[in-house]
């Protein structure tokens, strides 16, 4: 599951939404550990919106996100996020964070 949001405008978050999964399907066909392809998978994204767009079309645009895989077999939830955006699991009706904060300097 993965919600991105654009942030000055919607360019970047469709691009992602488009692209995210691709790149972390990709990275995880030889049975990687998400917590080493999910990290991955968020910097090649970086480097491919560099590459196949120019200033003039992503201006000062950009996008938080948040990726959650669920690996059923293994029973464990595994959480991305760049940028403000969070996750919470709810259980027994109390919301245990899955995400912290990124920010520019951490």
Same mark, same amino acid.
């Given at each position: 599951?993965?919600?991105?949001?654009?942030?000055?405008?919607?360019? &970047?978050?469709?691009?992602?939404?488009?692209?995210?999964?691709?790149?972390?399907?990709?990275?995880?066909?030889?049975?990687?550990?998400?917590? &080493?392809?999910?990290?991955?998978?968020?910097?090649?994204?970086?480097?491919?919106?560099?590459?196949?767009?120019?200033?003039?079309?992503?201006?000062?645009?950009?996008?938080?996100?948040?990726? &959650? &895989?669920?690996?059923?077999?293994?029973?464990?939830?595994?959480?991305?996020?760049?940028?403000?955006?969070?996750?919470?699991?709810?259980?027994?009706?109390?919301?245990?964070?899955?995400?912290?904060?990124?920010?520019?300097?951490?």
């Amino acid at each position: 599951f993965a919600v991105f949001d654009g942030h000055g405008g919607p360019l &970047v978050a469709r691009i992602a939404g488009k692209k995210t999964h691709e790149l972390f399907d990709t990275l995880s066909k030889d049975g990687s550990d998400p917590s &080493v392809t999910l990290p991955k998978a968020f910097l090649q994204f970086d480097d491919y919106l560099s590459k196949e767009t120019t200033p003039d079309e992503s201006g000062a645009t950009g996008c938080t996100a948040n990726v &959650v &895989v669920i690996n059923h077999t293994a029973k464990k939830i595994y959480c991305a996020n760049s940028g403000d955006a969070r996750a919470v699991l709810c259980r027994s009706g109390k919301a245990i964070p899955l995400s912290n904060d990124h920010r520019p300097s951490n």
